[in-house]
DNA sequence: TATAATTCCTAGTAATTTACTTGGGATTCT
DNA sequence: AGAATCCCAAGTAAATTACTAGGAATTATA
């Protein structure tokens, strides 16, 4: 039940990404070597991202990539469906997949997986980059430490 | 973000002795038969459950394994649980690890994750071995077939 | 126009995890 | 005594994950 790399730096990626939105392109490695990870692995997570529509990027010197929206119109699940396809903890779960098992029909099991999918998806589709960049305002403001100007 | 077969055989192994409960114990095989699963894998899954008391056993001729509780007193999330370990998209987002990342203090995609293993371990929790049997009596009732006597 | 900075693309591979298989010992009922 | 069962540990095949490598195409800027 983990979720794999392409999730997790994938969402980071995507969050840098929507700090600095509207501020014109940023070179994928700058947010590779951020986050300690190859920029050529990097670069094929967004790829699928762009694929996806949720990043644009410009090419050649001073390009890089930028989000495709405002960060109040990217979810989560948008993100992490992009990179880990359909979220469900079972094949026979997946939405829209022709994925056929015997017992379907009369399942309990499949029951409680369609329960934890269904979970899932409402806590991700209920997040956006907007308010990941608005809670860590407020875990910066929370930490103990004093911020003078 | 998908269960292992241990989750999956395990959970669904669980309810065929819940359908058995107090009706002395059930051999392995009979189990691993119905499921076209190995007798030898699912004992491997079922000795955890052991080691979890969560199912009790006879040795010898005639033995088997029960139900070490009543059905309404096992939840999935404590078959998931012994089987699968603590339930997170994340290794950060364990519970009672002592895992550390040195972002952790301010991570917002940390706050996602846990986010998601809360929603994931309350649904979990909330169902019992005892709701799957209500549930599957449901289906059967409602699944357009009459059963007459 | 040359150079550097970048995205774009594909193929290969190392590491890890999953999902078993194999084989035999111990116990208990009949 | 024999059959049916649980108990246990080690090994292995298959699949998936997590990259690495390398180069082509594009574009800003000096």
Redesign the interface.
Known sequence: ???STK??YG??AM?ELAKYYGKGPIPLRNIANKQSVSDNYLEQLIAVLKKEGLVNSVRGAQGGYMLAKQPKEIT?GEILRAL?GN?????CAVEDEEFTCERE??C??K???V??RD??N???DS?TLQD??D??KK??NN?GYMYYI
């Open positions: 039940m983990k979720l999730g997790r969402l980071r969050f989560v880990e979220i469900a903890p079972t094949d029909k009369h309990v099991t029951v409680v997986w329960k934890i979970s899932v409402e806590v991700i997040i990941m960049i809670e860590e875990l910066s930490d």
